[in-house]
């Protein structure tokens, strides 16, 4: 909201001037965009760029455009002249050119689709972009229902998304409304307005189609296409039509200059704004308070000031407003309409009763017991009529008039109270009384009755005046008269009530004001003090513990003044006459805390004044109200209009000397009460009486229209959206991994030893091509020969299938079956060939495994750590390197896997007997001495070897299997294996898992058990776990409405393992600082002691020891809401403050001691607010 400065005494709530753009060249077309407030103008020149009223950027255009439209999905603008359509950038640098066929006379784009629409004589053309929007072609073509002789020149689209979206297009006096997507004409309404039109606009939430013409008059039409209503006011052509920022309005614009805000729900204008130029356009959009408009040399930005919200439906017009003041009750307003009366609860704006009255019933006063829940209702008739107003609807219960002393024309309650000081002083004097106090205070039964109940709600009595003049203090339970005093020679106008001084303040129409001496335990209950003859009769009055205030209305004179009296020595304080009102004062109410006056008038403003009738504020309202009451002990501010309560709150018109006097008062804290049920006598009540009792809210009635859409295609829309950014996504991240792979950022962790096959290049290239382009038909293969080698950076290595092994190549050797020409044998066709004898299989018998040196031991051990190395650092690839790296090599290392492993080279000699330190295992085992060999026939010598058995699974990390047999784990994986938790496996990998399954619904006991398994794992893993991630999830779990509440068992469990997760981040947060310490205020011991050495385990600056104390205190007292609204506002406020005045906040506490009771809430949240914010900024 906008601040108040205490230089300019009036603020005003509607449309104001932002600031203004002037141009040389004239004005083609505007692009405005409210959230960064940038300004796109086109001129005849070229375009402009403007941000916050700043010149960025100036391009100069060749072509010669007459619109600029910019698509927003596709982040390129189109420029649009009268036969071609021009794609540009952000630079404005020419794309693309598209020629239309026929000549375009007005253009627009689907914000919805995605498309830009076009009208020609006789059609209108969808043009869609291509390529990557890179190219706008012609999609198709509608004219269904329209001659070549139509020309639009006025497009509206509705803002829907769909086959339902329907486009308004002017042609001539009437409207053509199409199905764009089935490219059909649905309705032709034809000469609904005398003179062509020149703008239409399609107000969505009420279903209204809205027309201007070049006459200037508007016209509403609903979805039957019936006329609603007609609005007049501009005097020259209409330029534009578009829906306010908020409420059911409209804004329209006209050459003749203004701009005109009009209310649908009042059928009524509201607001007019006079330029200097005639307006071509405007651009507004609801829930953005700033527009634009431009004119031919001039460009303006509107900002639109909102100083009150609704808070309260009413359903029917309210005509005055009163309130309570009683101290033991929640203050209620009281709203008195024609032919009801309703207690509101300012706090929520809930209606707690109603009060239900006769038709054609004139309410000319109300008082209102709150204590006793009794409501007296005076007629203009002179009937007075009094309510219990403990059930819903209220019930009658008397009805009286005083005929002898004259019919009743006032009546006001005098309510005596004691406050808190009183009771005090009362209690030590009483002695008794105490002891009576404080035995019910520790007493294990708790009575009903509280000794003090007589005392707090004190004595209350009903006073009325009569139409002879007449004074009377009334029995509401009989309706008789206790007391009567010839007052005034004329009717009681006014009676107003003074507790502090025992006065009460009579006015009559003889013009003559007199105070009375009031004496609540006695027979002679008034006693006049002083009378004082007036100019006119007051027609509004109210006190404060020192001031009378009294409002004229003077038509005849056309004045309309505030005048203070004092009790003390009866000065009279006037006000200045420039100060005064316009028109008749209609409200006016007292805010004693700050001894201020209010005031409200038909000339739609609300004044505030001091106790010295000094003008402090004027409120400019765009209706005037018809009731005013001050509604919170902090001076909001409730204003009835039309039908419903609205709040403008003190922050927007107190000025800084006024707010600084409030943050040193203390408010106790209001509560919210609800609306009473409805009494079963309601069955009783006429079809009329339970249509009033009925709320009714006529602002935000939702028509049924056409353009509504259904669930499925919503659903549909939305699921598209979302694959789509799915898509993007995923395409996005692999582009940025393929970046950073041919960089050389991203490096895979996995070592090859061994060249690729020629015969296992074409595999991989498949395997790569498959993961690059999944849904590819394209069959691409690669060269046989390959130019390069990835293993040397040398000379290429030749790679012989062929071993030698032990044995040289043979010069001359002729067997019986064929060999290679190499004469290469394997080793098996060899061994047959020389070992037949029996001296060779005792020599294989003999023969042992060659000893290991210390040297060949040491690089084993060596080989061992790099493979463990080589396993730690896959852990840690990206999962595209890793497929790329597993599709490279997966053909070679299946086929070197098959591959026997070949003996050891020969030991190197042993110079001397080295024992290791663990026994060494043989590793060929020694062979049995084998079986004559029969002779067979020879087999083929390359016989295909069986393939190896498929390994086994494997089996899942430690920090995963540690969770197995646990409730919550066990439920949501049931079958945990590589498949459940694909590899490669890591700690954070599973910790995300676990935080997602924590976002899905599911009970607490679940939720519970997730977070002690992410604590266990963070507590395992400290240093490898991202706490940052763990840390955000958990918060937004907590602090996700509505907020968990410790009372509740199982979300109690809940919120103590999410807190020990938030402990094990060392984290804190503007959000969750206010969350801890609620928890601090209602937790248990050990919660308490958990959050406290969080607090310190941070570093908390708590020098005195008495954050612990404070926090306690001042979270018992301040709501969660309260607490974190502060805490954001003064963050916001310490962040830019100077250590040194932090310090001063820190240097109040050790004065705590010697404050004793004074303020000690206020201290406290001031502790524990400058403690939090210390930690927080640091």
Request: aromatic fraction near 10%; charged fraction near 25%; include cysteine.
């Given at each position: 909201s906008d601040s108040v400065m205490d230089g300019d005494r009036t603020i005003r709530h509607g449309i104001l001037i932002d600031y203004e753009i002037q141009v040389q060249e004239t004005v083609q077309s505007v692009l405005y965009e409210p959230q960064s407030d940038k300004v796109a103008l086109l001129h005849s020149e070229g375009c402009c760029l403007y941000q916050e009223s700043c010149l960025k950027d100036n391009f100069f255009l060749d072509s010669n455009f007459n619109n600029l439209l910019f698509a927003e999905q596709h982040g390129v603008y189109v420029g649009v002249s009268s036969h071609h359509l021009t794609l540009m950038n952000?630079?404005?640098?020419?794309?693309?050119?598209?020629?239309?066929?026929?000549?375009?006379?007005?253009?627009?784009?689907?914000?919805?689709?995605g498309h830009v629409i076009t009208s020609s004589p006789g059609k209108l053309t969808v043009w869609m972009f291509r390529q990557g929007a890179k190219v706008i072609t012609p999609s198709y073509t509608v004219d269904d229902g329209l001659s070549p002789s139509d020309e639009i020149h006025n497009l509206h689209l509705e803002d829907v998304?769909?086959?339902?979206?329907?486009?308004?297009?002017?042609?001539?006096?009437?409207?053509?409304?199409?199905?764009?997507?089935?490219?059909?004409?649905?309705?032709?309404?034809?000469?609904?307005?005398?003179?062509?039109?020149t703008v239409t606009h399609f107000f969505r939430p009420l279903g209204f189609l809205i027309t201007g013409a070049k006459d200037g008059a508007i016209k509403v039409w609903n979805n039957l296409w019936q006329l609603q209503w007609t609005f007049i006011g501009h005097c020259g052509p209409v330029t534009a039509i578009s829906s306010f920022c908020y409420g059911p309005m409209i804004v329209s614009s006209s050459l003749d200059a203004t701009i005109r805000v009009w209310n649908l729900h009042m059928q009524d204008q509201i607001e007019v704004i006079q330029h200097a130029f005639p307006i071509q356009a405007l651009h507004c959009k609801p829930g953005n308070y700033s527009f634009l408009s431009y004119s031919k040399k001039m460009v303006t930005v509107w900002k639109v000031r909102k100083l009150y919200s609704q808070t309260a439906i009413i359903g029917h017009k309210i005509e005055f407003l009163t309130r309570t003041n009683h101290p033991m009750v929640p203050l209620r307003v009281v709203v008195i309409s024609r032919n009801s009366v309703r207690i509101v609860s300012p706090i929520g704006g809930n209606v707690i009763t109603t009060a239900l009255l006769p038709l054609e019933t004139d309410v000319t006063s109300v008082a209102y017991l709150p204590c006793e829940e009794k409501l007296f209702v005076l007629e203009k008739s002179g009937i007075l009529t009094l309510f219990n107003c403990k059930d819903n609807p209220c019930c009658k219960e008397l009805q009286t008039t005083q005929s002898e002393l004259g019919i009743i024309t006032s009546v006001a309650v005098y309510e005596l109270f004691m406050d808190e000081e009183d009771i005090e002083d009362m209690l030590e004097e009483d002695r008794w009384l105490a002891v009576a106090v404080q035995a019910q205070k520790y007493s294990h039964v708790k009575s009903k009755e509280d000794p003090l109940s007589k005392e707090k709600q004190g004595t209350s009595l009903l006073l009325a005046g009569t139409k002879k003049g007449y004074l009377l203090v009334l029995d509401y339970k009989s309706g008789g008269a206790n007391f009567s005093v010839k007052a005034h020679n004329?009717?009681?106008?006014?009676?107003?009530?003074?507790?502090?001084?025992?006065?009460?303040?009579?006015?009559?129409?003889?013009?003559?004001?007199?105070?009375?001496?009031?004496?609540?335990?006695?027979?002679?209950?008034?006693?006049?003090?002083?009378?004082?003859?007036?100019?006119?009769?007051?027609?509004?009055?109210?006190?404060?513990?020192?001031?009378?205030?009294?409002?004229?209305?003077?038509?005849?004179?056309?004045?309309?003044?505030?005048?203070?009296?004092?009790?003390?020595?009866?000065?009279?304080?006037?006000g200045d006459p420039e100060s005064n009102h316009d028109d008749c004062i209609t409200c006016l109410d007292v805010y004693r805390k700050l001894r201020l006056f209010v005031s409200a008038s038909d000339d739609k403003t609300i004044r505030l004044w001091t106790q010295d009738n000094q003008l402090l504020r004027i409120i400019q309202l765009d209706y005037a109200v018809q009731g005013l009451v001050f509604c919170s002990l902090q001076g909001d501010l409730m204003i009835g209009l039309h039908n419903h309560l609205h709040v403008i709150s003190h922050a927007l018109y107190f000025s800084e000397s006024l707010m600084n006097q409030l943050i040193t008062m203390q408010f106790p804290d209001s509560c919210e009460e609800s609306q009473k049920d409805i009494s079963a006598k309601v069955s009783c009540l006429t079809p009329e009486d339970l249509q009033r009792l009925e709320l009714v809210d006529d602002t935000i009635q939702?028509?049924?229209?056409?353009?509504?859409?259904?669930?499925?295609?919503?659903?549909?829309?939305?699921?598209?959206?979302?694959?789509?950014?799915?898509?993007?996504?995923?395409?996005?991240?692999?582009?940025?991994?393929?970046?950073?792979?041919?960089?050389?950022?991203?490096?895979?962790?996995?070592?090859?030893?061994?060249?690729?096959?020629?015969?296992?290049?074409?595999?991989t290239w498949q395997n790569l091509f498959q993961i690059l382009h999944p849904k590819s038909d394209l069959n691409i293969s690669?060269?046989?020969?390959?130019?390069?080698?990835?293993?040397?950076?040398?000379?290429?290595?030749?790679?012989?299938?062929?071993?030698?092994?032990?044995?040289?190549?043979?010069?001359?050797?002729?067997?019986?079956?064929?060999?290679?020409?190499?004469?290469?044998?394997?080793?098996?066709?060899?061994?047959?060939?020389?070992?037949?004898?029996?001296?060779?299989?005792?020599?294989?018998?003999?023969?042992?495994?060659p000893k290991l040196t210390l040297k060949q031991l040491q690089s084993l051990e060596n080989q061992e750590e790099e493979e463990q190395e080589d396993e730690e650092n896959s852990e840690r690839d990206s999962e595209l390197l890793t497929r790329l790296h597993d599709a490279l090599y997966a053909a070679h290392s299946s086929e070197s896997s098959s591959t026997p492993t070949p003996p050891p080279s020969p030991p190197e000699p042993v110079v001397r007997h080295i024992t290791p330190h663990k026994k060494i295992e043989k590793l060929v085992a020694p062979k049995a001495a084998p079986k004559p060999i029969p002779k067979e026939k020879t087999p083929p010598p390359f016989s295909k070897s069986p393939s190896p058995p498929p390994p086994p699974p494997t089996p899942l990390p430690e920090y995963i299997a540690q969770f197995i047999g646990e409730t919550w784990f066990d439920k949501l994986f049931p079958n945990p294996d590589s498949k459940t938790f694909p590899p490669p496996w890591t700690v954070n990998k599973f910790i995300n898992i676990l935080l997602v399954q924590l976002s899905k619904p599911m009970n607490y006991a679940m939720k519970a058990g997730i977070c002690s398994g992410i604590e266990k794992l963070m507590q395992q893993h400290d240093d490898s776990c991202n706490k940052d991630v763990a840390y955000k999830a958990v918060t937004k779990e907590l602090t996700t409405p509505p907020l968990l509440s410790l009372q509740n068992k199982e979300e109690s469990v809940f919120i103590s393992q999410a807190l020990k997760v938030i402990f094990s981040t060392h984290h804190l947060d503007s959000t969750m600082a206010p969350l801890l310490a609620k928890y601090y205020s209602e937790g248990t011991v050990n919660l308490q002691q958990g959050i406290m050495n969080y607090f310190t385990s941070l570093g908390i600056n708590d020098p005195h020891g008495y954050f612990a104390k404070e926090l306690k205190k001042s979270c018992s007292a301040t709501s969660e809401t309260k607490f974190s609204e502060w805490f954001s506002q003064w963050a916001e406020k310490l962040m830019d403050s100077k250590s040194s005045k932090r310090q001063q906040l820190y240097d109040m506490q050790p004065k705590r001691k010697v404050l004793k009771n004074v303020s000690s809430k206020g201290l406290s949240m001031l502790y524990v607010l400058s403690s939090l914010f210390d930690l927080h900024i640091r």
């Open positions: 952000a630079n404005f640098n020419i794309i693309y050119e598209a020629k239309s066929d026929t000549e375009i006379l007005s253009s627009t784009f689907n914000h919805c689709s998304p769909g086959r339902a979206q329907r486009s308004f297009a002017g042609v001539g006096c009437g409207i053509k409304i199409f199905l764009l997507e089935e490219g059909k004409m649905i309705m032709d309404l034809k000469n609904i307005h005398m003179h062509p039109i004329d009717a009681v106008s006014l009676i107003a009530c003074n507790p502090n001084k025992d006065q009460v303040i009579s006015t009559s129409t003889d013009n003559v004001v007199q105070i009375w001496r009031l004496y609540p335990h006695s027979k002679e209950v008034l006693s006049l003090i002083m009378s004082f003859c007036a100019a006119s009769t007051p027609c509004l009055m109210t006190t404060t513990q020192e001031r009378l205030c009294i409002a004229w209305n003077k038509p005849e004179l056309a004045t309309y003044s505030i005048d203070v009296y004092s009790f003390c020595d009866f000065a009279c304080f006037t939702q028509g049924s229209y056409h353009g509504a859409l259904s669930q499925e295609e919503i659903n549909s829309l939305e699921k598209a959206a979302t694959e789509k950014a799915h898509a993007i996504f995923l395409l996005q991240k692999q582009k940025e991994e393929l970046l950073n792979i041919r960089e050389g950022l991203l490096t895979s962790s996995k070592k090859h030893s061994v060249s690729m096959r020629a015969k296992d290049r074409e595999q690669i060269p046989e020969e390959d130019d390069c080698t990835s293993d040397n950076y040398g000379a290429p290595l030749k790679h012989s299938r062929r071993s030698s092994n032990f044995f040289p190549l043979l010069a001359s050797f002729n067997p019986p079956y064929p060999i290679a020409p190499d004469g290469f044998l394997p080793n098996s066709r060899m061994l047959a060939e020389f070992r037949k004898t029996e001296e060779d299989w005792k020599l294989a018998e003999e023969w042992e495994p």
